[in-house]
Structures are given as structure tokens and as C-alpha cells.
């Protein structure tokens, strides 16, 4: 009989309950083995703080939001051969055989790094920014647009009665998934993404052309990465947090509200979505990804296709390369958001 471990990495997000399920159900019922959980990510392997993952534990959490586990973003070889060596020192006091190492872009390569150093894994990708390659979709993306879209529908009718342009911003700190698909869905007059810096100027000049048309609100949905064209607009610097190397935009939504009501002179809003996109009850779309990828994660351990992750493509779900997977975060696609743009202005 295998023992298999299994951790949630990085940020929150819907959907991660039902991997869990998928994996314990499928590992215990159809493969026989056991399933140890790691508490808060990499951080629980490396200090050893593990949770039996029984069909009872896991029963009536396929509709929940967040993780029963935890989570953290610690990377478990960024200490160097210390953490290394914990980890390892884990795996033998528990008889792992193996992990399922649910995470986004972060979380999977401190993963893949793992395994060169001889830890048989399998990841499973969930991140609501939609931004890891080799996967048509991530579990958690589906329910951030659907939150993201619902307050937008609810923004609409404030702005349409205030005579106002509302501010809208949502999470995706390098990619505009969120923002182009909530904005397509929601029917917003302008999008802004990471992938396409913005010339304030020319934001505005489609707000007033709105208002030479007798509309008399707008809505403009903008991702947390999105940022002015160099010469164009000088934006709030960004910041670090806790282990992560990278700056995290800040207050895009603040200087735009800022910008809009000064150049055009329309009683302007922000309002920052934030954490609210990460947390809740999943939609189905994403209970059934997360289903579906804890079976074939279960499965590909169970194979001994260690290093791999799951994957969807087209309607199939596959296993592809960790390094395959991560060679690049996974831009917005140029199609979705010149489909939103058509209904700019």
C-alpha cells in the first residue's frame, strides 16, 4: 500500500476542496492507498504537520471555498539544502511515496524544482489568473469570473443612475484574463491588461465620445498589472511581500478614478475587488475541473508519471512536462480581448 501526500500552494482560490475530494476518493477507493495531508503548503512538509485524509474528513467539501489544508507561498527549496533536507527527512518519517502538489505558476516550480531533487510528484494547476501554460483552463479562474462579472452587473446600475464612470479592479498581476473575460461578459466599455499598456489620454477620449453619443455612465474594468504606456502616466510604484521576489502593483484603479474625473470632468469611482474574487462556493465549471483533475492526478501518481501536471486540452485532460508547463506564464490570448474591444466606446 502507497501513501501519497497532498499540500495546496500559493493563493486561495475556489475549487481546491474538490481536488482534495477527487484525490482521496480515488486514491483510496479505486488505487488502495493511503493519503496523508500536509497542512499550509510546502511549510507543513518541511515542519512535518500532517492531517490523515480519510473519505470521512473529505466528505460534503466539494462545494466549499478555500482549502481544509491551508495554504502558504513558501517555496520549498528557496532556503537552500535546509529545507531541502526537511523535506526529505519528512518523507521517510511518513513513508511518502509521492505528492499531489496543488498550486499556480509559484508553487509548481518551486515543485518542479523539488523533483530534480529525487521527490516524486504530480502537480494539479489552480490559480484564479488563469496564467499557467500548457492548460486551457486552471481550477479557481471560472469562479473569479463569475464573481468579477456579478459586481460589475451590480456596478452598472449604480453608475447608470449617478451619471458616473466606474473604476473596476479586478486581480491578475501579470496576465488580464480576469479582467478581459469579466469585461467581456459583463459587456464593460473599456478593458485594461498587463499585456497592453494604456495611454491614459486616449482611455478618456473614449469616455467622452460615449458622452457625445448620450451615454451617460461608463464602466471600465482594469486587471491589478495593468499599467500606462511609458512617457504617458506616471503610476504608484508596487511592493513586495513575504517570499516572493517580484513587484505586486498597487492602487491602478485610485490613479485611474484620479485621472478619468481630472481630465474629463465625469464624477469618477474606484472599487478594488480584491480577495472577494478568490474566496466563496465554486461554480460548476470549476467543480467539475477540479474533479476531474484530482482523478487523473490520483491516476498519473498511481502510473508513476512523476514531474508531470494536469493539464486540459479541448475537452481532454492530459499530462504534460512540469517544464513544459512552466517555460512561460500564459498570456492573455490577443483573440478574447479584441473580441471585448469591439464593444469599447
Known amino acids: 500500500m502507497a501513501r501519497i501526500g497532498v499540500l495546496t500552494g500559493g493563493g486561495d482560490c475556489a475549487g481546491l476542496d474538490a481536488i482534495i475530494r477527487a484525490v482521496v476518493r480515488r ?18 512538509v518541511i515542519e512535518n504537520d500532517t492531517i490523515d485524509l480519510t473519505i470521512e474528513r473529505t466528505a460534503g467539501i466539494l462545494t466549499r471555498g478555500g482549502t481544509l489544508l491551508g495554504t502558504s507561498r513558501v517555496d520549498p527549496v528557496a532556503g537552500g539544502n535546509e529545507r531541502i533536507a526537511a523535506v526529505h527527512e519528512t518523507i521517510e518519517r511518513n513513508n511518502i511515496d509521492a505528492f499531489v502538489v496543488i498550486g499556480g505558476d509559484g508553487t509548481l516550480r518551486g515543485s518542479r524544482d523539488l523533483q530534480r531533487e529525487g521527490v516524486h510528484l504530480v502537480g494539479v ?44 479592479e479586478v486581480m491578475g498581476r501579470d496576465a488580464g ?24 489620454e486616449e482611455v478618456c477620449e473614449q469616455l467622452r465620445g460615449r458622452h457625445r453619443r ?22 504608484a510604484e508596487g511592493r513586495v511581500l513575504a517570499e516572493r521576489t517580484r513587484l505586486v502593483p498597487s492602487g491602478i484603479a485610485i490613479t485611474l478614478q484620479n485621472e478619468i474625473q481630472q481630465r474629463t ?23 467539475i475541473l477540479a474533479t476531474r ?24 485532460i492530459v499530462q504534460v512536462g512540469l517544464d513544459d508547463a512552466l517555460r512561460f506564464r ?7 480581448y479584441n473580441d471585448a474591444a469591439v464593444f469599447f466606446g
Open 214 to 235: 448620450g451615454r451617460s455612465f461608463s464602466i471600465v474594468v482594469v486587471a491589478e498589472g495593468a499599467h500606462p504606456a511609458d512617457g504617458t502616466l506616471k503610476a
Open 293 to 316: 483533475f484530482g482523478i487523473a492526478a490520483s491516476d498519473a501518481v498511481k502510473a508513476g508519471s512523476f514531474g508531470t501536471m494536469t493539464a486540459l486540452r479541448g475537452r481532454e
Open 125 to 168: 494547476p489552480k490559480t484564479i489568473d488563469n496564467d499557467v501554460d500548457g492548460t486551457d483552463l486552471s481550477v479557481g479562474f471560472c469562479t473569479a469570473v463569475q464573481v468579477a462579472t456579478d459586481a460589475i452587473d451590480r456596478l452598472q446600475t449604480t453608475a447608470e443612475s449617478h451619471q458616473r464612470v466606474m473604476v473596476v
Open 330 to 336: 500564459k498570456p492573455l490570448e490577443p483573440e478574447i
Open 177 to 200: 484574463w480576469i479582467a478581459a473575460c469579466a469585461g467581456l461578459a459583463s459587456g464593460a466599455d473599456m478593458v485594461l491588461v498587463p499585456e497592453r499598456p494604456f495611454d491614459i
Open 265 to 287: 470632468g465625469f464624477e469618477t469611482r474606484a472599487t478594488i475587488l480584491g480577495h472577494i474574487l478568490r474566496g466563496g462556493t465554486p461554480t460548476a465549471s470549476d467543480r
Open 27 to 44: 486514491t483510496r477507493l479505486t488505487h488502495g492507498d493511503d493519503v496523508i495531508g500536509f497542512r499550509n503548503g510546502w511549510k507543513g
